[in-house]
């Protein structure tokens, strides 16, 4: 099977199920972060009802959590 275009329609099936694989592997991917942004938002919204923010301690330590890189800059860019 080539890349632009199937050379071979027997290899029709297997890029089928290739493709479907991906998709339900995205779907997943992206059903799990889905939930954890709820999560996210269920906590910032119950620490708003109770009249609050999180502490400096309390955001340190959460943004300390966070193991990717890329995403701690970016927290830390989004400091006042």
Aim: glycine share 2%; aromatic share 2%; hydrophobic share 40%.
């Amino acid at each position: 099977m080539t890349t632009d275009l199937i050379a071979d329609p027997s290899d029709l099936p297997k890029a089928i199920r290739w493709l479907q694989a991906k998709v339900l592997r995205q779907a997943a991917a992206l059903d799990t972060l889905n939930r954890r942004v709820v999560s996210q938002r269920l906590v910032l919204r119950t620490l708003d009802e109770l009249g609050r923010s999180l502490t400096a301690e309390e955001f340190r330590t959460a943004r300390d959590r966070v193991t990717d890189e890329k995403l701690r800059d970016r927290i830390d860019e989004m400091l006042p």
